[in-house]
Every structure is written in C-alpha cells, then in structure tokens.
C-alpha cells in the first residue's frame, strides 16, 4: 500500500498563504488530515479474522503503523455481532468487569514445577519448562463474548472473557485517523479527502492572529468549503461505490 506524504499538499496551500513557513502549514495539513478522517470515518480498515485468547479479555488492535483506532463499525465472534458499548454502558452491564485468568494469580496458574519467578538454574533445553495449562478456576467467570468496549486508544475489551467451550474467531472493521506524529496516510485516502483536507487547513491558517497572510473573508469561504465536502465525503463514505436503482411505489387510496 503506497503511501502519501502530508508534505505534498504544501505547494497547493502556500499561493494562499504567502510567507507562511513550510512547517506550520505541514501541520495544519496534517491536522486537518486527522479532524477530516474524524468526521468522514472514510478511512477504514479491515483486520484479519484471528482467534481470542481463552482467559484473556485484552487485545491490541491490528492497525496500520502511524494512526489510530477512531470509531469501530463492526465487531463481531464466530459471525455473531458484538454490542459495540461505550465505557460508562459495559460499565453498567458487567460491573464485575473481566480480569485476565478470572484473576487468578500467576505463579497459581504456573504451578509450583512452572519455575515462575524463581531463581533456580533452568537446564532444559531453550530454557524449556512445563506444559502452560489453564485451570478450571482461571475460566470460573468465562463465558461467551457478547461486547466490545473500549479503555485505552490501542486496545479493546470483550466482555465476557473468553471460555474453552469453542474457538471465538473476532473480526473488526472501524474507522482509522493519522497520529499526531504522522507524516503521511495512504495514498487512496488521502487523494479522496484532498480537497477537503485543503480546504480545514486553509480555514485555520488565515485566522492565524499578527500574521501577514491573515485573511478572515477567505477564511469564511473555506470554512464553508470544508463543511460542504465534509458531509459529502461523509455520505460518499457511507454509501460506497454501491448504486442501487430507484423505483416508485404507488401507495394505496384510503
């Protein structure tokens, strides 16, 4: 997947901005990059199907380098859909919460011949040691996923934690932004969002106070420029490449 650099849209903004210096318009370039993908979910992604850890309630979500996880639009288990819940509702639903193993301790779940954290000499080969087995106990709050939320920016949550009844395959889409460390987005995203990009950049590098190239009336025109195409790219998101045909239904006399 190619890449684009934030850097390429500079030339197009500076006839606009004359004398504004090449890194401050970069990143409003790049800050316009991450409020446009915030509105529009345009960018998105699909992970790979991979299967849940029995016991384990936390994972790290699968995303391309330099962004971050803006909004999930699908989660789903073993093509069951998960109710996707802000923290406060999970919170209210599973005030037990989940901890990892049902919060058994570690050196239980090793065993006393698991050598965990000891300072025994381990002569196996490649350091090897007994055979990692989940208990009973480990699995007594598990059972079958049945949501999704959210605690920090780079990993989920499924509540329940998972049991050992099945395999629970997770399959995730959900909408992506560039970092605030980025320096570029893939180029087929970028080149969609283009205008929309120029014109958020454009709106806030002209209200920039005591500066030569401030310009409060072409600020008010790219404003609108930008509300306009954000709410287009937002319908195009939505919408996709798909066409359906449009009928009309005759509705019967009362």
């Not at 903004?13 to 990059?33: D, E, K, W």
Request: aromatic share 12%.
């Amino acid at each position: 997947m190619s890449e684009r650099k934030f850097d390429t849209l500079v030339t197009r903004l500076q006839p606009s901005v004359p004398g504004c210096p090449f890194p401050t318009i970069m990143q409003y370039v790049r800050n316009s990059a991450i409020r446009t993908c915030e509105r529009t979910l345009y960018w998105r992604h699909a992970e790979a199907p991979y299967e849940l850890t029995q016991g384990v309630h936390q994972y790290f979500y699968k995303k391309p380098a330099s962004s971050d996880v803006h909004a999930v639009i699908m989660a789903t288990v073993n093509s069951y859909p998960l109710a996707r819940l802000t923290l406060d509702k999970a919170v209210e639903i599973y005030p037990q919460w989940a901890d990892l193993y049902s919060g058994i301790p570690y050196e239980e779940l090793w065993g006393s011949g698991g050598g965990f954290n000891s300072s025994a000499f381990n002569e196996l080969e490649f350091n090897g040691g007994p055979e990692f087995k989940i208990t009973p106990k480990a699995l007594e709050k598990a059972s079958t996923p049945q949501a999704i939320t959210q605690v920090t920016p780079d990993q989920f949550i499924v509540l329940p934690l998972p049991d050992d009844n099945t395999k629970y395959i997770i399959r995730l889409i959900y909408a992506l932004k560039p970092k605030r460390a980025a320096v570029s987005m893939p180029a087929y995203i970028f080149d969609e969002l283009e205008d929309t990009i120029t014109h958020g950049a454009l709106q806030e590098l002209l209200v920039l106070p005591n500066v030569p190239w401030s310009d409060r009336e072409l600020a008010s025109y790219h404003a609108k420029q930008y509300s306009f195409t954000i709410n287009e790219r937002r319908a195009r998101a939505n919408l996709g490449n798909v066409r359906g045909s449009m009928a009309a239904k005759m509705q019967p006399f009362m």
